[in-house]
Structures are given as structure tokens and as C-alpha cells.
């Protein structure tokens, strides 16, 4: 007898198995014909299937077993198949366009003519595979081991290299304009001819590289090494190379016009016919022979160029060496928050604020507007983990002193945190001694609240201004539109540390190349700021 009771089996829940891929293959007729789009086959065994020409896309194929699997044409395109097998599969013409190949092995794999446009190939396993003609597109390819890879041919247009091994490959003649490059290795890479204009290569390993006659304008190298590297005849024209190390480079009829290399190291550079007009030397170590041969022509801080000779080359390369107590030779930023006792929901708002702040100023400084944008809507913190702010020293008494290790960009994200923090921190301590003036001034209610109003609107205005100075800071010359954009983003980060100083005193440190001494620090007033070169 029937009661109308339906029991779920959890069929449509569980993932498909092989049985059941081959059930409805015998349905349709053909892999050409089959349909799985968006099914769940997590973890299945379709190793050394025949899928060829399938409707895939959207399926959730993580952990699947698609080892020597016929993919030829498949489509997969937003499929997520992170962490699984495809080695030594035929994926001849598939399309996997933002398809999530986090974790996943390709070794082996034919990836003729493939299309992986946005697609998510972080710490995929590609060794020995073929790239050369595959779309990469916008793809994320970080941290992965691209040094027996073949990218001839290949489009990597937007593409996200950070953190990538390509030492010793062969990218000669290849265009990577705006690419992000940033932390990869490319020691005894031969990019010789290659298109890098507006490329992010800053913290990039480019030692013994060969970059002959390679465009590199307009790209950041802040603190990359390209330590006995061959530029010679290389563009890098309006180009950031501060903190970049190039002793023993090759430079000669190299365009550096308008670069910026303060703070480089070019000890013992061979600069002979190379173009540094407008160029800004202030603070970098350079022979006293190149010295010379540049004072007849427009450098800028060339007076303020420090001489440094073959023997003391390697003591720029490494640093100094930690002092005692703890400083090193990295960027910091130290907070004290002397509010007694201290509420932890107020700590935890004041790092995550902290965190946001130098996360948007990270994206910005490193030309990823596209992903600036999605962490505005989305706080996702895989971004938050790619800009690595990391406390460094955390005290357990009160006042509380965190200290900040921001290494990444010692010129634009640390001076930009600088400005906004400055600035935020001395408005609210001004309107804070105003509030004081006028405690004794009995003013009505209408008045206090036009008062309020008033400062509301004059704040949102003075927040707009300072997030336009640090666009300026992190990445000058951008176009209005997308500086209009990125200052948006930053307003509502500035506003919240504003609410924030209202409630606490914060006093701000930020140094680079050593810490600000204890004794110091300890007569910073509150909302200013020391920094030392």
C-alpha cells in the first residue's frame, strides 16, 4: 500500500561513476553526442576513455582519474578539474577556457591547439608537455615549473606567470606584454627579442639572462636580480628598476631613458652607449668611471649616485646583515595601539583594515586591476595570500606594537601604505585637538548635527584625495578612467581606518632598510610617521 512517501536515494548528489558514463554513452550513440554538462564526477575512473568531441563544460571533475583518456575536442570550458590526472592524455582542440586546473598533472599530456584562455593552471604539473600555438590567454600559471615546457608559438597575452620557473627556456622573440612575472625565476632565460612592454617582473630572478635587444618599456622591475645579464640594445624606457640589482650587466646601447634606478645596484654595469636621459639615478650604487661618463647628460640624482667598487658588490647583492634586537634589511610597518585595555574585536578590525589596505595597494602596484576589482566585491583572500603581509613581531602587553613585514615594493606599496595611513592618522588627530577647543561651547542640537554632517562630507572628500595620491604613488600615469576606478576601491578601506582612529590612538612607523631604534620610536607623536632611506 502507498502512503505517498518518496524516499531520496541521493542518486542525483553522488557523483557519476565509470559504469554510468558508459551507460549513457551507449544512450546517445557516440562521444560526440554525450552530455554531461555540470554533472558531478569527482574522484571517477575514466582513464583511457574515449570523450572525444563530449560536452563537459561546468562538470566537477576534481581528483578524477583521465590518465591516457581520448579528450580530443572535448569541451570543458569552467570545468573543475583540480588535482586530477591527465597525463599522457590526447587533449588535441579541447576547450578548457577558465576551466580549474589547480593541482592538476598534464605531464605528457597533447595540448595541440587547445584552448586555456583564464583557465586556473596554478601548481599544475606540465613537465615535458607541448604549449607551443596554446591559447593561455589571461590563465593563471603560478608557481609552476615551466623549464622543460616548449612555449614557441604560444599566446600568453594577461597572463599570470608569478612565482613560475622558466629558467634557461627559450622565449626568444615571444610577446608577453603585460604579463605578470613577478618572483619568477628566468635565470639563463634567452629572452632575447622577446616583447615585455608593461610587464610585471618585480622580485623576478633575471641573473645571466639573455635580454639583447628585448622590449621591456614601461614594465616594473623593482627589485628583480638580472645580475650579470645581457641588456644590450634592450628598451627599458620608462621603466621602474629601483632596488633592482644590475652589477655586472651588460647595458651597453641599452634605452633607459626616463627609468627609474634609484636605489639599484649597477657596480661595475657596462653602460657604454647606453641612453639614461631623464633617467633617475637617486640613491644607486654605480662605479665612479660611469659616474663620469653620465654627468654630461640629464640624470636625474646622479650627484646622490653612491660609488661602490667590484669588492663591496656582493655586500649590496645580500644586504646587511641583521642587527642585533631583531632589525633587518626589509621594508616594516609598525603600529602601537596604546588604547587600555584593548578590546580584541578593535585589534582584529584594525588588522583586518590593515590587510585590506595593503592587498588593494599590492593589486594596484602590480597592474592587476581586473583582480583589484574582484577583491573589492569579494574580500577573496587567495588575493590576500598573494600579497603576503606578514606580522614580522607581535607584542602581548599593552600598549600592543605589531610590526609589519612589507617587502614586496619597498618604493610604491610601503610609501602608498605611508601616505594613506599618514594622512587618515594626522586628520583624525587634528579634529580630535578641534573637539577639544570646542568642549566648553554649548551648541544645539540642529548645530551639532549640521556640524557632524558637515565633517562627514569633508572627510569622504579628503579620503578621495589621499586614495588619489596613492594611485599616483603605486602606478603613475594610468589613465583616468581606471584611476577613477581604483580610488573608488580604496575609499571605503580609508574611511574604515578613519572610523577606526576615532575610537584608538594608533602611532605609525614605517622604515626601510632598518628598523626606526626603540628609543626613537618611542617619541613618534601620534599620526606621524619616521622613514628612513
Not at 619597498?410 to 585637538?433: C, F, T, Y
Request: no cysteine.
Amino acid at each position: 500500500m502507498s502512503i505517498g512517501i518518496q524516499t531520496d536515494t541521493g542518486r542525483k548528489d553522488r557523483p557519476l561513476t565509470r559504469a554510468d558514463v558508459e551507460r549513457r554513452l551507449q544512450e546517445v550513440g557516440s562521444s560526440g553526442q554525450l552530455k554531461l554538462i555540470n554533472e558531478n564526477l569527482e574522484g571517477v575512473d575514466l582513464s583511457r576513455f574515449n570523450l572525444s568531441g563530449a560536452d563537459l563544460h561546468g562538470a566537477n571533475l576534481r581528483e578524477a582519474d583521465l590518465h591516457g583518456a581520448n579528450l580530443r575536442g572535448i569541451y570543458l570550458s569552467g570545468a573543475n578539474l583540480s588535482r586530477s590526472d591527465l597525463s599522457d592524455a590526447n587533449l588535441g582542440g579541447a576547450i578548457l577556457s577558465s576551466a580549474n586546473l589547480n593541482e592538476a598533472d598534464l605531464s605528457g599530456t597533447n595540448l595541440e591547439g587547445v584552448i586555456l584562455s583564464k583557465a586556473n593552471l596554478t601548481s599544475a604539473n606540465l613537465d615535458g608537455t607541448n604549449l607551443s600555438g596554446v591559447d593561455l590567454s589571461n590563465a593563471i600559471l603560478s608557481g609552476i615549473d615551466l623549464r622543460r615546457t616548449n612555449l614557441s608559438g604560444t599566446f600568453l597575452g594577461g597572463a599570470n606567470l608569478s612565482k613560475t620557473d622558466l629558467s634557461g627556456t627559450n622565449l626568444s622573440g615571444v610577446n608577453l606584454s603585460g604579463i605578470d612575472l613577478s618572483r619568477a625565476n628566468l635565470s639563463h632565460a634567452n629572452l632575447s627579442r622577446a616583447v615585455l612592454n608593461g610587464s610585471i617582473l618585480s622580485g623576478a630572478n633575471m641573473s645571466g639572462a639573455i635580454l639583447h635587444e628585448t622590449q621591456l618599456s614601461r614594465s616594473l622591475l623593482s627589485g628583480a636580480d638580472l645580475r650579470e645579464a645581457d641588456l644590450r640594445g634592450a628598451d627599458l624606457s620608462k621603466s621602474n628598476l629601483s632596488w633592482a640589482t644590475l652589477s655586472e650587466a651588460n647595458l651597453s646601447d641599452a634605452n633607459l631613458a626616463d627609468a627609474i634606478l634609484s636605489e639599484a645596484n649597477l657596480s661595475d654595469a657596462n653602460l657604454r652607449g647606453a641612453n639614461l636621459r631623464g633617467a633617475n639615478l637617486r640613491g644607486a650604487h654605480i662605479s665612479e668611471y660611469e659616474k663620469d661618463l653620465l654627468r654630461s647628460i640629464n640624470v636625474e640624482g646622479l650627484d646622490e649616485a653612491r660609488v661602490k667598487s667590484k669588492s663591496e658588490s656582493k655586500t649590496i647583492e645580500q644586504g646587511p646583515k641583521p642587527k642585533s634586537g631583531g632589525s633587518d634589511s626589509s621594508s616594516t610597518l609598525r603600529i602601537r595601539i596604546t588604547e587600555e585595555p584593548l578590546i580584541a574585536r578593535n585589534l582584529a578590525t584594525i588588522i583586518a583594515t590593515l590587510v585590506e589596505l595593503h592587498t588593494k595597494s599590492w593589486l594596484i602596484q602590480q597592474g592587476r586591476f581586473k583582480d583589484f576589482g574582484e577583491y573589492v566585491q569579494t574580500k577573496d583572500p587567495r588575493f590576500e595570500e598573494e600579497a603576503n603581509l606578514l606580522i614580522e613581531e607581535l607584542t602581548y602587553n599593552s600598549p600592543i606594537e605589531i610590526k609589519f613585514n612589507v617587502d614586496l615594493d619597498p618604493r610604491s606599496v610601503v610609501e602608498a601604505m605611508k601616505i594613506g595611513l599618514d594622512a587618515i592618522l594626522q586628520r583624525q588627530h587634528r579634529l580630535k585637538a578641534a573637539e577639544l577647543v570646542n568642549l566648553d561651547k554649548e551648541l544645539d542640537v540642529k548645530k551639532k548635527a549640521l556640524e557632524l554632517e558637515k565633517k562627514h562630507i569633508e572627510m569622504i572628500q579628503y579620503v578621495f584625495e589621499v586614495a588619489s595620491q596613492m594611485v599616483d604613488m603605486l602606478r603613475p600615469g594610468v589613465d583616468a578612467i581606471t584611476k577613477a576606478t581604483l580610488v573608488k576601491g580604496l575609499v571605503p578601506t580609508l574611511l574604515q581606518l578613519a572610523n577606526i582612529s576615532t575610537e584608538l590612538e594608533i602611532i605609525l612607523s614605517v622604515t626601510q632598510g632598518k628598523m626606526v631604534p626603540e628609543e626613537e620610536a618611542q617619541h613618534i607623536p601620534s599620526g606621524s610617521t619616521a622613514f628612513l632611506p
